[in-house]
């Protein structure tokens, strides 16, 4: 497995020998081009959605990096449905981003209307972080993971830049290796949030000519709404920095959204004594904070889903004296509140990652309890530089949470210290990922 410096000098694959045409986009010095746009269109493909603030974090988090980096740039987020609450944070914090919302395809319809209009101005095109880009892993619908393929074919074909930004890659079944390889080789970049990803696809010969590890876009987030998140922590009874933030992620179905294919071939009589499990080591481990350092926990949630069960697996089940330090948020929030309650905390402890990732922007240190449902977005937190503080969920105890929680807790600065210096590794891996966007830009022939 490559350091973390190791991926800055990760070696690049020729442009491909593809089917489709080959686009002339490609990001080298020597490409000839034209003078570059003053105000070049940004497309960018992002927010999942509104009930998950890992889903709304790519967002901003993507978006700041844009316009730090590149200034001038007219940024248009595409979704393909309505996101009201994402759409909001974002014309909040980024006035001058429009929203544009429609598919790109849709049976016995013509191609027309506002993304229609934004492809025919686009400089470039960017889908944002995820694990969108598998076929087989949530499902085999071949019609819809073929027409996510679509934008980046027409893109191909008018030589508009392409690039995926921080995206995981786990299975590719048969026949879409062909298909995906074929067209994210002409890609202009693909960045791979984590190591294994990386590999995978080095692995499986995809020719995209930057083809780098680059963080997931959830680490450019800086958004904060402190009037909600002041306000809701004294409701709580929460100092700053006297707080241990948990989250959690149990089988609790996700609306229409099957399980991966890590998880198929379980009961539903797995699917609880696996929720029993961990829930059981999670409330050990709260417990033990709280009678060690007497400091207060709150259970915080990164998906509308996981409210209830918080309740019912971890609070209601406290013995008495641990409980009355804990809170359970009953609401669920928006990742800009989150951010600001994040920002005063003393640790995170989380199986889900974005919650986690808005904490190491914020200095805060975290540990990550991570389910094999992740599949190789996993390793995130290892290849930034934190393999102290990650866990797989079921092969490891409350003991070894409480022991990292602990070493935290008699060492903050040395802590924060740690969280700094993968933070700073990151901050150069985005600014590398910019100058490559940037480039692609420049270099486009009109």
């Known amino acids: 497995m490559p350091s973390r410096r190791s991926f800055i000098k990760l070696s690049t694959f020729s442009s491909a020998s593809a089917l489709l045409p080959t686009a002339s986009f490609g990001v080298s010095e020597s490409t000839p081009s034209a003078a570059p746009k003053k105000n070049p269109v940004i497309i960018l493909r992002s927010s999942w959605g509104d009930g998950n603030i890992g889903d709304q974090g790519h967002t901003p988090g993507t978006i700041r990096l844009l316009t730090q980096y590149v200034p001038n740039a007219e940024i248009l987020l595409w979704h393909t449905d309505p996101r009201p609450e994402t759409e909001t944070l974002i014309s909040r914090n980024f006035p001058k981003v429009k929203v544009i919302r429609g598919k790109f395809y849709e049976s016995g319809k013509p191609f027309e209307g506002e993304v229609k209009e934004a492809f025919e101005r686009a400089d470039m095109f960017i889908f944002n972080s995820g694990m969108a880009m598998n076929f087989g892993l949530y499902g085999k619908d071949w019609g819809g993971n073929m027409s996510s393929l679509t934008p980046y074919i027409y893109c191909a074909e008018n030589n508009i830049p392409f690039g995926i930004y921080g995206q995981s890659f786990d299975r590719f079944d048969f026949p879409s290796m062909y298909a995906y390889r074929n067209v994210l080789s002409q890609a202009a970049f693909v960045y791979c949030r984590d190591g294994e990803s990386l590999k995978f696809l080095k692995e499986n010969k995809f020719r995209t000519p930057v083809l780098e590890f680059g963080p997931d876009g959830c680490f450019g987030i800086n958004v904060r709404d402190e009037e909600k998140g002041l306000a809701y922590l004294k409701k709580a009874g929460l100092e700053a920095q006297k707080f241990l933030a948990v989250v959690i992620l ?148 409350a003991a070894d949470w409480t022991k990292q929680l602990r070493l935290i807790h008699q060492d903050c600065a040395g802590a924060k210290k740690k969280v700094a210096n993968a933070m700073a590794f990151v901050q150069q891996r985005q600014a590398s990922t910019m100058s490559v966007i940037n480039k692609a830009i420049e270099n486009r022939k009109p």
Do not use: C
């Open 250 to 397: 149990t089988n609790t179905p996700y609306a229409n959204r099957r399980p991966n294919a890590i998880d198929l071939g379980k009961s539903p009589a797995d699917w609880q004594e696996e929720d029993r499990s961990r829930m059981a080591k999670i409330r050990e481990m709260i417990t033990n904070w709280v009678r060690e350092t007497g400091l207060n926990v709150l259970l915080a949630p990164e998906v509308t889903k996981e409210i209830e069960p918080a309740k019912t697996f971890l609070y209601d089940q406290l013995p008495a004296d641990v409980q009355s330090k804990v809170v359970w948020r009953d609401t669920f929030w928006n990742a800009d509140e989150a951010m600001s309650v994040y920002a005063r905390a003393h640790t995170l402890f989380g199986m889900e990652p974005h919650s986690l990732i808005m904490g190491v922007t914020l200095g805060v240190p975290v540990i990550h309890a991570w389910p094999p449902s992740h599949g190789r977005k996993a390793w995130m937190f290892r290849d930034i530089g934190l393999p102290d503080w990650l866990f797989q969920v079921d092969e490891s105890s």
